[in-house]
């Protein structure tokens, strides 16, 4: 998929910090991209049928690519029955359904009890980016370019001791930035996510 790299969005943002170095800039656009998803959980894809094994509890999951993480598993089924989901070693209320839990800060998906049979599993996942992302894909940075401006301009203005330091300024993006991830986060939840368009990718 098209991709809109934060390289490119520097030109958006270096006319109100013009002392500002492009590195700095970028990594204040990846850390306002990596706040808005996780806390937003806007952007939600159907992930390509993982596998589950006989007897194997574990099963591993990947994100559609390295430098994004998972965030949130918002469903689960398996042969199109949904397996509600449990917090990280807290006890199933019944022992005799299935349950799910998510590990290892997105990597791993427990099932509790171990499975009988091999199954075919779906998913559908809340993503972010991370720390090793270069940008977002075309249609998730329409949806929230002008939220990432707010967002890496609060971070630039709040660094001390710079020429374009404005304490004031960092303030007013800051809220900006954060009501629109308030804002955001409600329309998903309202629609499932429908705020980007879903998308099918590959996972095992």
Request: net charge neutral; with cysteine.
């Amino acid at each position: 998929m098209a991709k809109v790299t934060f390289e490119s969005i520097v030109s958006d943002i270096l006319p109100s910090v013009p002392e500002c170095t492009d590195l700095i800039i970028i990594r204040a656009l990846r850390r306002a991209s990596e706040e808005f998803l996780s806390k937003s959980l806007m952007w939600r894809v159907n992930l390509e049928d993982h596998f589950v094994i006989l007897g194997l509890e574990d099963v591993e999951l990947e994100a559609p690519s390295s430098d994004l993480r998972i965030v949130q598993l918002k469903s689960a089924t398996i042969a199109g029955k949904a397996i509600p989901q449990i917090a990280d070693g807290q006890k199933p209320p019944n022992s005799t359904k299935t349950f799910c839990s998510l590990l290892d800060f997105g990597n791993t998906l427990r099932l509790t009890p171990k499975p009988a049979a091999n199954a075919t599993l779906s998913l559908r996942a809340v993503l972010s980016t991370t720390s090793k992302s270069t940008g977002l894909e075309a249609n998730v940075a329409q949806e929230i370019h002008e939220h990432l401006i707010d967002g890496a301009l609060s971070r630039l203005y709040g660094i001390p001791g710079m020429p374009w330091t404005n304490t004031p300024l960092a303030g007013f993006h800051g809220a900006v930035f954060q009501n629109a991830i308030i804002e955001a986060r409600g329309r998903a939840e309202n629609n499932n996510g429908r705020a980007v368009r879903t998308v099918s990718y590959g996972g095992l």
